[in-house]
């Protein structure tokens, strides 16, 4: 038995997209962009793109709360994809499965959650 998992950190380049897979589970794929410690030439930091894929409950649960923009951290088995694009070049797309995600903590809303410790006039501890 074999391990391959991968632990990538990083940014949705776009919106999920939540769809059916032909043995009939939810699905859903986006796009993760994971900056490196590298740069190039030009002193810009290199980037890797993975595209991921999440699978029924967790898979809604993406398409549910997850933007474009969003910073999580995936857990997965990692998979090499090649392929051949629509002007005949072959490629290759470094694919993760996500077995675990961690979704980014929920926004604060109101002037309230955004000083700790303040309570509005209905929340007093009197």
Not at 63 to 72: E, Q
Not at 74 to 86: K, N, S, W
Request: include cysteine.
């Amino acid at each position: 038995m074999s391990i391959n998992k991968l632990t990538a950190c990083g940014r949705l380049t776009a919106d999920p997209v939540l769809s059916d897979a032909p043995n009939g589970a939810v699905i859903c794929h986006f796009s993760l962009a994971c900056d490196t410690r590298r740069k190039d030439v030009s002193g810009n930091t290199l980037t890797n793109f993975y595209r991921c894929t999440a699978w029924r409950g967790q898979a809604e649960n993406c398409a549910r709360y997850l933007h474009k923009g969003d910073k999580v951290t995936v857990v997965g088995d990692l998979l090499l994809r090649e392929y051949t694009d629509r002007n005949g070049q072959s490629r290759a797309s470094m694919e993760l499965d996500i077995t675990d995600i961690e979704f980014p903590p929920a926004p604060r809303t109101g002037a309230a959650s955004a000083v700790p410790g303040a309570y509005s006039d209905d929340e007093l501890p009197i």
